[in-house]
């Protein structure tokens, strides 16, 4: 018997890992199923995931998300307060400006409504960043959207509030 298998199904490169942190340092994060809640959650490059809840296990779990992103430059992602790639609850996007990985700790430490940009350092690669923000952004994480999904060189949020900055 011979098998067949694609290369690019066993090498599938995945280009986003979220994490969960546990919300405080005093010991794990425990949710009311008393499972350990620090876990991980992939998405392969491309693959739009419209409710985080179908396919994480432990969303429901308190803590704040961190991650790392990795793909050529160019590679865009936002990752949404709101499950359906809904706005109302925050958005952060993401442009890689380099081929090497970003590590991202904190996910609301930009400045609101406005691109920024972050140069390269010895433990992560330079990105472009646009925040809108919500409260707890950081924990609310949602849905995630591959590529630009708005026109022109603004989020509409920002047209809508009439401002014209990039």
């Not at 010991?27 to 992939?42: K, N, Q, S, T």
């Not at 996007?93 to 390269?120: C, H, M, Q, V």
């Amino acid at each position: 018997m011979i098998f067949l298998i694609h290369t690019s199904l066993v090498f599938a490169k995945q280009e986003l890992m979220l994490s969960k942190e546990q919300q405080f340092d005093t010991g794990p994060a425990i949710d009311d199923h008393h499972r350990d809640c620090e876990a991980l959650f992939y998405v392969d490059s491309g693959k739009d995931i419209v409710d985080m809840r179908r396919d994480f296990r432990n969303y429901f779990c308190e803590g704040m998300y961190t991650l790392t992103l990795d793909g050529p430059p160019g590679t865009t992602l936002t990752l949404f307060g709101s499950f359906n790639f809904g706005q109302e609850r925050g958005y952060l996007i993401l442009r890689k400006k380099d081929n090497r990985k970003i590590w991202l700790l904190e996910l609301e430490d930009y400045p609101g409504n406005r691109w920024s940009t972050t140069l390269a350092s010895s433990q992560s690669g330079a990105y472009e960043a646009f925040y809108y923000p919500a409260p707890n952004f950081r924990r609310n994480v949602s849905s995630v959207k591959w590529g630009q999904w708005w026109p022109g060189s603004v989020p509409h949020n920002m047209k809508n509030k009439g401002s014209s900055k990039n």
